[in-house]
């Protein structure tokens, strides 16, 4: 148990349509960062928030957007679904003063 | 970017047999982390390790950053062993890249 939590655990949606989806971290993880897996790869780095402000981006369009909470949860927003959106998306955070990132357990989109 | 290459992609043992994994990596990094996915898609972590040697029961990790690679050592391995194993680097802050991973199939 890493103490990362991710809502939903599966989603179904069609093309054009928006998606929220949701993080939870431990108490005291200042850092939050969402991945994308596609199927048979490793996962890629989306973004990455710090204190409620976005602290890097990866090579992802803007119509992928993310939020930070005062309560260390977080969101992650993508508008506009396309086929290839479908994916895990990984949300993992670090603990205040260390490099390690601990992953929930993902959340399985299927864009339609 | 940085590039992070995994080798074996795909490695198949009976049970009991030891295996090594490796990863090599382009440029100088301050993270390594070392994960297993299991078959519902949580990425368990097994070692963070930058530099040096760490064990954990049947597993240890090597990482030697001046060359830039690090490899994973699963002794007496076991069915439950079975999955992908990911290598993940980083040089600023806590953004990672991944490496492809190594799927890993014990058979008993």
């Known amino acids: 148990e890493t103490g990362v939590t991710q809502s939903p655990t599966h989603l179904i949606k069609t093309r054009g349509q928006q998606v929220t989806l949701r993080c939870s971290s431990q108490?005291?993880?200042?850092?939050v960062s969402w991945y994308q897996q596609a199927l048979g790869q490793g996962p890629q780095f989306i973004f990455q928030?710090?204190?409620?402000?976005?602290?890097g981006r990866g090579n992802f369009p803007p119509r992928f957007s993310g939020l930070q909470f005062p309560n260390y949860s977080s969101e992650l927003n993508v508008n506009a679904l396309e086929l290839d959106d479908s994916a895990l998306y990984l949300c993992a955070s670090s603990p205040i003063s260390q490099e390690t990132q601990y992953f929930g357990p993902g959340t399985r989109l299927l864009v339609l | 970017g940085i590039q992070v290459e995994q080798s074996p992609p795909d490695l198949i043992l009976q049970e009991g047999a030891n295996s090594t994994l490796r990863c090599n990596f382009s440029?100088?990094?301050?993270?390594l982390q070392w994960f297993h996915q299991n078959p519902w898609g949580q990425l368990i972590n097994l070692f963070y390790?930058?530099?040096g040697t760490k064990q954990n029961g049947r597993l240890s990790a090597t990482t030697v950053a001046t060359e830039r690679y690090s490899l994973l050592y699963i002794s007496s391995s076991q069915t439950t062993d079975s999955g992908v194993y990911f290598c993940a680097v980083g040089t600023s802050g806590s953004r990672l890249t991944f490496g492809e991973g190594t799927q890993l199939t014990v058979n008993p």
């Open positions: 440029d100088s990094v301050n993270n």
């Open positions: 390790i930058p530099s």
């Open positions: 108490s005291g993880h200042n850092t």
């Open positions: 928030y710090y204190r409620e402000e976005e602290n």
